[in-house]
């Protein structure tokens, strides 16, 4: 199958502070792109949708000021958790699909810790 | 969006075939039908999807029913690295989005 790699696999910040997860398909072209976050024993929530060169499309509920979202290569999406909360602590999960295919193809995730 | 219904544990034999269900009543004429898992502090892994026929990969083999409102997930020969969550999940036909449930959690004894 494709590989997803993610950026940091771990991070622990501080409060206020902002972090930046790095997303990369490493042997496919991601036309979309998709963020996910996994609160302990839970299942994952899918957090928006983006398609490369556009703005993302977030879920109801999730802030998009507060995470941001960039999509500027058919391999590489960022998401960056600004003004972090220990609310924010979760395992934020990334995946990518190329142009028609059904399947997508999803990174090992980063578990983020705000102190 | 249509909804699955997954039993929240299933426990198999090594070495034996594990099936796993799912209901999907609500399901329309287009909407794909995808199975994920995930091990534990790990992303998803892709393990098959169909629209209507059976279909079988290296990994597993997927039987959806004539009416389409239920599927199986059948892992011929369950070993103790398929221990893991396996998610059921409809993708619309016209939408990139894959919405979890709660899945099935298996546990595999040697």
């Known amino acids: 199958g494709a590989v997803v790699s993610q950026h940091p696999s771990w991070v622990i910040c501080k409060s206020g502070t902002s972090v930046k997860i790095e997303c990369r398909s490493l042997d496919f072209q991601a036309t979309t792109m998709f963020w996910y976050r996994q609160f302990p024993k839970q299942s994952l929530m899918l957090m928006a949708t983006s398609n490369e060169g556009s703005k993302a499309t977030y879920e109801q509920g999730v802030e998009k000021d507060k995470f941001l979202i960039n999509h500027a290569s058919l391999t590489l999406s960022t998401l960056t958790v600004t003004s972090a909360h220990p609310e924010d602590s979760s395992f934020y999960i990334c995946?990518?699909?190329?142009?028609?295919?059904?399947?997508?193809?999803f990174g090992p995730g980063t578990r983020l810790t705000v102190t | 969006d249509a909804k699955t219904t997954q039993p929240n544990s299933m426990e198999s034999n090594e070495e034996e075939p594990v099936h796993l269900p799912c209901n999907h009543s609500?399901?329309?004429?287009?909407?794909?039908i995808h199975w994920y898992r995930q091990l534990p502090s790990q992303g998803p892994e892709y393990v098959i999807h169909g629209l209507t026929s059976n279909v079988n990969n290296r990994m597993a083999s997927l039987a959806i029913a004539e009416d389409r409102k239920s599927s199986t997930l059948i892992l011929h020969r369950a070993t103790l690295r398929d221990a893991a969550v396996y998610y059921c999940?409809?993708?619309?036909?016209?939408?990139?989005?894959?919405?979890f449930g709660a899945g099935t959690r298996l546990t595999v004894k040697p």
């Open positions: 999940i409809l993708q619309l036909y016209n939408n990139n989005d894959m919405r």
């Open positions: 609500t399901i329309s004429g287009t909407d794909y």
């Open positions: 995946s990518g699909k190329a142009g028609a295919v059904r399947e997508q193809y």
